[in-house]
């Protein structure tokens, strides 16, 4: 999101875990959205909110929520 809004393209790693198992888990999610399984499985479950900028008052979207 932060990439679709600088206008720049930016990506970001994520590591972490299955909360019931442990098993590692790693994606990667660039400014286009598109969502990557690195490691672990099956495909975990994304998602992002849908915010009209036109008519959000608070700061940011996290303030939103
Ligand atoms: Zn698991």
Same mark, same amino acid.
């Given at each position: 999101?932060?990439?679709? #809004?600088?206008? =720049?393209? /930016?990506?970001?790693?994520? =590591?972490?875990?299955?909360? +019931?198992?442990?098993?590692?888990? @790693? +994606?990667? #999610? %660039?400014?286009?959205?598109? &969502?990557? +399984? +690195?490691?672990?499985?099956? =495909?975990? /479950? /994304? $998602?992002?909110? $849908?915010? %009209? $900028? @036109?008519? /959000?008052?608070?700061?940011? &979207? &996290? %303030?939103? $929520?």
């Amino acid at each position: 999101m932060q990439g679709r #809004l600088r206008g =720049e393209p /930016l990506s970001v790693k994520v =590591e972490s875990s299955c909360a +019931l198992c442990g098993v590692p888990l @790693a +994606l990667k #999610l %660039d400014s286009e959205l598109r &969502i990557g +399984l +690195l490691e672990g499985g099956p =495909e975990p /479950l /994304l $998602f992002h909110p $849908f915010v %009209d $900028f @036109a008519t /959000l008052g608070e700061p940011s &979207i &996290i %303030d939103a $929520f």
